[in-house]
């Protein structure tokens, strides 16, 4: 059945009449007796009763209108949102998906200029691990209009921009007294990683290879799950992390952590917006693209 047949059946079935629905319709009755026709056929359900010059709607009729009338207004619906891009291009909402450090820390501290840039738009975040990000970005009917993620994504459907730059670095107890320590001691600190997936994870496993150091060698005395759960931990002596330095500043200014140098390791690494190549982007996304780099600039106003 397609969506005019539909129309066709609701006008018939509210003036229990053929020769009305064609008139509101613009239709001949035979077209409207043809649309009916072709209805009843597809779905093997007789849909009117002619009693005298009367249109009676059969049960099944009354089933398909209840149904009928929601599919038409979703279409009204549908109709009215693509026409209001025309008067208003900016509204709705923006979905991204964001792995962790932009989640938590990247996208909020921009937030305030992403409203004044796009004041009537709802942003709706919500975070995975990055591999997580890229997955569901290139899902065939994608969720998410944007993604952030902690490393560059390499990939013929989705493009990427480079946002943010950012360096991992070892978080101590802020009782630990040591400024610095050489690489080699890492194997010997109860480290405390993030999951597998994690972009930070990968990012340092893959900086320790570089320098020599297996990272099956270390003593990791814990997987979590988030950044915070990990500044939390060391906060409370439960070991040491390799964490993102924009997500620490604050506590390091603050005393609640200490950053220790390792000496001869420095693990840069930057964040990035990826979005779908292929699919024709809402115009506040195509604006958003636009403007990213300049969205994401400058650092975030912390404090104790």
Not at 87 to 98: D, E, F, S
Not at 107 to 123: D, G, M, N, Q
Not at 220 to 227: D, E, F, H, K
Request: aromatic residues 8%; glycine residues 6%.
């Amino acid at each position: 059945m397609d969506i005019k047949q539909l129309e066709v059946f609701a006008r018939v079935f509210e003036n229990q009449s053929f020769s009305k629905a064609a008139q509101q319709l613009g239709l001949s009755q035979p077209t409207v007796s043809t649309h009916i026709q072709h209805l009843e056929d597809i779905l093997g359900k007789k849909l009117f009763d002619r009693v005298g010059r009367k249109v009676i709607p059969t049960a099944e009729a009354k089933i398909l209108y209840r149904h009928a009338v929601e599919i038409l207004k979703k279409r009204e619906e549908a109709l009215a949102e693509l026409l209001s891009l025309d008067r208003k291009p900016h509204t709705g909402t923006l979905k991204i998906a964001a792995s962790n450090i932009p989640g938590d820390y990247l996208i909020p501290h921009a937030l305030r200029k992403l409203r004044e840039t796009f004041p009537e738009v709802t942003f709706i975040l919500e975070i995975f691990d990055s591999s997580r990000v890229v997955s569901l970005l290139k899902e065939q009917l994608p969720s998410f209009d944007v993604g952030f993620v902690g490393f560059e994504v390499k990939d013929p459907k989705l493009e990427v921009k480079k946002i943010h730059d950012d360096e991992i670095v070892l978080i101590a107890p802020p009782y630990f007294k040591k400024n610095s320590v050489e690489i080699e001691e890492l194997a010997e600190l109860p480290l405390i990683f993030r999951e597998e997936d994690s972009g930070t994870r990968k990012t340092v496993e893959e900086a320790l290879r570089k320098h020599g150091l297996d990272p099956k060698t270390l003593r990791i005395v814990a997987y979590l799950g988030s950044n915070t759960a990990i500044k939390e931990a060391v906060k409370r002596g439960a070991g040491f992390g390799l964490v993102s330095k924009y997500s620490v500043e604050d506590e390091i200014e603050c005393g609640k952590l200490r950053l220790v140098k390792v000496k001869g390791l420095t693990i840069k690494r930057c964040f990035y917006a990826v979005r779908r190549r292929d699919i024709t982007p809402l115009p506040v996304v195509r604006t958003l693209w636009e403007k990213i780099e300049k969205l994401f600039k400058g650092g975030k106003n912390g404090g104790c």
